[in-house]
């Protein structure tokens, strides 16, 4: 059994940083992408950052894009989440997910499209 195991979480006051980071435990297996998404109080769960675990390219949501650094070891399939500058609305639970597709673009951006996922680690930014 694949499990993802986040870690990192906490909190912190708006301004500051925080690293998540999130490793396999159980059989290895072979991933494509790693990404990150979260998920706010009464919202739905949305896409953070990914990275191609070959190519090392990244892509980000707007809403974190020049703030948050993701990067990561595709020996080990491991995955680590910068965070800076963070805000108030980036409180939420953020969740560590894997692919195993090769999907024709680096730009893996759907939940559909990961199949392993972490039980997430929360973030809280106060203002």
């Known amino acids: 059994q694949v499990q993802l195991v986040e870690s990192g979480g906490g909190l912190v006051q708006a301004g500051g940083s925080l690293r998540l980071s999130c490793a396999p435990s159980?059989?290895?297996?072979?991933?494509?992408?790693m990404g990150w998404f979260r998920q706010a109080p009464g919202k739905e769960r949305e896409f953070v950052a990914t990275?191609?675990?070959?190519?090392?390219?990244?892509y980000y949501a707007d809403s974190v894009k020049d703030r948050f650094t993701i990067f990561g070891d595709n020996t080990k399939n491991t995955v680590s989440l910068q965070m800076n500058s963070m805000k108030p609305e980036d409180t939420a639970v953020y969740y560590c997910?894997?692919?195993?597709?090769?999907?024709?673009?680096?730009?893996?951006?759907?939940?559909?499209?990961?199949?392993?996922w972490g039980q997430g680690t929360q973030v809280t930014v106060s203002s």
């Open positions: 159980g059989r290895t297996f072979r991933t494509y992408n």
């Open positions: 990275i191609r675990s070959t190519l090392g390219s990244t």
């Open positions: 997910a894997a692919s195993t597709q090769n999907w024709a673009t680096a730009q893996v951006t759907g939940e559909h499209q990961y199949d392993y």
